[in-house]
């Protein structure tokens, strides 16, 4: 099992590594999106400030559907969802895998976003702890839910639109929770943010358990 | 993990493949409208008949891949309803497309292909050199590789597995004439090694000598059924 | 219930019907339509002002029986979804993509009167702070991707069980939504359990049950007809297959034909 | 009555939006009746669990 968890998620992170599109598009996307609401909000420090971590974590959701896009399609291409079928592999583990490569994706892009938004918007963190588990907790919640909803779409035609219209409002709880929890962790808005994270970590478990139970299922549907 | 040995059964003895009325729908095309069939271990059924017959969807349906609107049966002893994952986890498909990644090289994708199919890794360049396929080329992406070459790729990743039952969907397209021997060699080795074939092939100049069994496909139903004397006489 | 419903039709006599009614279904529908007409005589001559709302209490009487309709319907939804997965009933299908619908549209309902509502009595069409505002607005969001993946096409079955998931991702997502909103502002603007309160008067009380119990008929009479409709869309299908199983048969005969003839 | 606008818009709506999902729903069951033959139709007149 774990094997096999490792070996779908190896195989997603060769693919995307090899394609070098998270290097050379996603994370230059996100810091791009970073640099536009520095813009929007008219560069105004203490709005930026106050902001920084929905801006950071709107651009996540927005990396997400960009990455879930691209797990997806791996498997839709030509022949690969049945070598997936036929491989043989348990669907828990195929989805464990993919959820993990997609997980793995955006914890790089959120690297380069929090040194983003300490350089662009002036951002002082006050609870290094807080900070990496939230992103770790909001991640792994993001990319369970983003990965079923990426089956669950890959055998439709429009999919490349379907699919944020599901995941966006799927993940809005994950958007207030996570941008709380960063609220305390960088200290802008005094808030309960280990309050929070435990909301995050019941998102995740709670999708994560629909996404193992349903990801067979859809694999079954051909 | 059950591998797709029949607890307690003696393989031989049984029908590999054994399908009753069986309905498959493409959408909402009924791509098979009704099949009987039965296929012993051992034989080498070619299946004939044109475009738009049902063949590549009967192979789908024999491979697990496909759910059957109607009708009932067993694949090497698994129901074709409800076990469909234990059938594709026990045959060999090559169909139309590859079933490879496009991104991996031929190395990393037979190594995928043979970790989640429980074989030894070992395995890859013993098949990879059976097909032919030259080690220059081993760390090259599918993506990068002619048509010939991502084929024969395909085939070294059912020969990997060495199935019990082969579903060939036209093995010969695409191939040169080297490549075109190599597929006769290797059903030929396969049937004597006790295994199963069923390939469909418009190619039957070629195929006629391999096949112990002709099976006509029309209709999406079986319209011909009769052993290989037949098609000699002709 | 539906299907109960059906059952007391056979009377009817009717063998070759071109619609969904019968009997019950007008029936019922008569009574609907009376008890709209009831609902609002009672509602804007009978029932008082309120002391604090004015007249603006009169949307009361139709967005609280919106909103419990709503959950009513994707309750239902969530229901049929798991039975879709788990029997692979057709007749759970069909019921919850007849509740979803009539859901989306009584969800809609609920949040444009709760926003027309609260322009008067909040002096704003939106409140961020309010929990069941904002998670209804999230339910509703949901369940229209529910609704385009439905219409999103493709193999039916294949249709019905990604709409199944996405209804029960609905379902468990909705209690984090609320709890996530309701931590997010803590304090609400919404009325907070009228009914029990005790303080609404008499006939205010009356007609809101009212307005439910005719909101609740009207839900039943389009379920029904919903379902109909979904259920002659699936017997359509059907048809439409058993045609094409019969050309795709014919096909192989003059095929099995021609080729033993050659043989002879 | 105070807030009369609000009132007219809000229960205008609701009831418009009611009457015309119910006549949309109708329509539909009388187009499909006509492509659906009666021998079909069973789930009229007995249990229609398939």
């Given at each position: ?175 207030i ?46 | ?234 | ?62 967005h609280v029986?919106?909103a ?42 609920t949040l444009?009167t709760g926003s027309?509502w609260g322009r008067?009595t909040w002096n704003t069409y939106w409140d961020w702070g309010d929990v069941r505002l904002v998670t209804t607005l999230i339910l509703f ?36 939504v609320n709890r996530s909103v309701e931590w997010w502002f803590d304090r609400t603007l919404h009325q907070k359990a009228s ?70 | ?50």
């Amino acid at each position: 099992m774990l094997a096999d968890i490792a070996a779908v998620a190896g195989k997603d992170l060769r693919i995307e590594w090899r394609s070098r599109v998270t290097a050379s598009q996603v994370i230059p996307f996100a810091a791009l999106v970073l640099v536009l609401f520095g813009f929007a909000l008219d560069a105004n420090r203490p709005v930026l400030e106050r902001a920084t971590p929905g801006l950071f974590w709107m651009t996540v959701l927005f990396v997400t559907n960009l990455a879930v896009q691209r797990s997806t399609s791996i498997e839709t291409s030509d022949g690969a969802r049945r070598a997936l079928l036929l491989a043989g592999i348990e669907p828990v583990a195929v989805f464990v895998g993919k959820a993990l490569a997609v997980a793995v994706e955006l914890l790089a892009v959120e690297i380069v976003l929090v040194g983003g938004v300490l350089v662009f918007y002036g951002a002082e963190i006050d609870d290094w702890g807080l900070l990496v588990l939230t992103c770790v907790v909001a991640t792994m919640a993001v990319a369970a839910a983003g990965t079923l909803l990426g089956a669950l779409v890959a055998g439709i035609r429009a999919r490349e639109t379907v699919l944020p219209i599901l995941l966006l409002p799927v993940l809005a709880p994950v958007l207030i929770s996570a941008t709380r929890a960063f609220d305390d962790a960088l200290g802008s808005v005094a808030v309960q943010g280990w309050a929070w994270l435990g909301l995050l970590a019941g998102f995740g478990v709670l999708n994560s358990g629909l996404g193992a139970l349903a990801y067979g299922v859809l694999l079954e549907e051909t | 993990m059950n591998r797709g040995v029949v607890p307690g059964g003696s393989v031989l003895a049984m029908a590999i493949i054994s399908l009753t009325g069986v309905v498959a729908l493409l959408g909402r095309f009924p791509g098979l409208a009704g099949v009987d069939l039965t296929v012993e271990a051992g034989e080498v059924v070619l299946i004939h008949g044109p475009n738009g017959a049902g063949k590549s969807t009967l192979l789908r349906v024999c491979a697990g891949l496909l759910r059957i609107e109607s009708g009932h049966g067993q694949v090497l002893g698994h129901d074709v309803r409800s076990e469909r994952p234990a059938i594709r986890r026990s045959v060999g498909l090559l169909g139309h497309d590859t079933a490879l990644y496009e991104d991996l090289t031929v190395t990393e994708n037979l190594r995928f292909w043979a970790r989640a199919s429980r074989v030894e890794e070992a395995q890859v360049p013993t098949a990879l050199d059976r097909l032919g396929v030259p080690s220059r080329i081993h760390d090259v992406a599918v993506r990068h590789l002619s048509a010939g070459q991502r084929r024969r790729t395909a085939l070294a990743a059912v020969v990997v597995r060495r199935p019990r039952l082969w579903l060939l969907d036209e093995p010969h397209a695409g191939l040169d004439a080297g490549g075109r021997d190599l597929v006769d060699a290797l059903v030929k080795d396969a049937s004597s090694a006790g295994a199963t074939v069923m390939l469909a092939s418009h190619e039957l100049d070629r195929t006629v000598d391999l096949a112990t069994r002709h099976l006509a496909v029309a209709g999406g139903m079986v319209v011909g059924d009769h052993g290989p004397e037949v098609d000699h006489a002709r | 219930m539906t299907t109960q419903v059906a059952a007391q039709d056979r009377g009817d006599g009717d063998p070759t019907r071109a619609h969904t009614g019968s009997r019950a279904t007008r029936g019922l529908g008569l009574v609907v339509l009376a008890g709209l007409v009831a609902l609002v005589l009672l509602a804007f001559f009978a029932a008082p002002p309120d002391d604090e709302q004015g007249d603006a209490v009169r949307l009361i009487f139709i967005h609280v029986p919106s909103a419990i309709l709503t959950y009513v319907a994707f309750f239902t939804t969530a229901a049929g979804s798991a039975m879709w997965l788990w029997k692979r009933s057709s007749w759970w299908d069909i019921t919850a993509h007849a509740a979803a619908e009539i859901g989306v549209m009584f969800c809609a309902l609920t949040l444009f009167t709760g926003s027309i509502w609260g322009r008067p009595t909040w002096n704003t069409y939106w409140d961020w702070g309010d929990v069941r505002l904002v998670t209804t607005l999230i339910l509703f969001l949901l369940m229209v991707g529910y609704l385009v993946v439905r219409s999103s096409g493709g193999d039916d079955p294949a249709v019905s069980t990604r709409a199944a998931i996405v209804g029960l991702l609905a379902a468990i997502n909705i209690p984090i939504v609320n709890r996530s909103v309701e931590w997010w502002f803590d304090r609400t603007l919404h009325q907070k359990a009228s009914l029990t309160d005790g303080k609404l008067e008499d006939l205010t009380l009356f007609t809101l049950v009212f307005g439910l119990v005719v909101g609740l008929l009207f839900f039943v009479w389009a379920m029904i007809h919903r379902f109909r409709v979904g259920w002659l869309e699936h017997q359509a299908r059907a048809e439409d297959l058993d045609e094409a199983l019969e050309a795709r048969r014919s096909e192989a005969a003059a095929a099995g034909s021609s080729a033993s003839g050659g043989e002879a | 009555m105070t807030h009369l606008g609000y009132l007219l818009v809000g229960w205008g709506v609701w009831l418009a939006a009611l009457a015309l999902y119910g006549f949309r729903v109708v329509a539909r069951g009388r187009r499909l009746s006509t492509r659906v033959p009666a021998d079909r139709q069973r789930w009229m007149t007995t249990r229609d669990r398939p």
